[in-house]
């Protein structure tokens, strides 16, 4: 009695022994870069100009004339968007913020908001 065994795919050849040969072709899906969210600080009557000025080269590493552009932006209009960050280091920077203002007596407000 013999055996016969089905004919393997060699080389080149597929499993059924054509020269068709398919290439799988992996995708990788596209990440996204994370939402950003700007930083708004908040005009009042009673925060000194100042102090404005003060806060934003502290957190935001603003030289005194950009520090002072932003404070009259922030006094003429009533908000001005003071940095553009990750939710994160935004978030920290709105508690930096305020936590300070609060420590120094002023009602300054400092907000974040999805860009």
Not at 61 to 67: E, K, L, P, R
Request: hydrophobic share 40%; glycine share 6%.
């Amino acid at each position: 009695m013999t055996v016969q065994f089905p004919q393997l795919a060699g080389p080149g050849k597929d499993e059924d022994g054509d020269d068709d040969v398919s290439v799988a072709i992996k995708t990788r899906p596209k990440t996204q870069r994370p939402p950003l969210y700007k930083v708004l600080l908040l005009n009042d009557d009673y925060t000194p100009m100042e102090f404005v000025v003060a806060v934003l080269e502290r957190f935001f590493g603003m030289s005194h004339a950009q520090a002072f552009e932003i404070m009259l932006t922030v006094h003429k209009k009533g908000v001005a968007v003071v940095g553009v960050f990750s939710h994160e280091i935004a978030e920290t920077k709105v508690a930096q913020v305020m936590d300070f203002a609060r420590r120094h007596q002023h009602p300054l407000q400092c907000t974040m908001e999805k860009e």
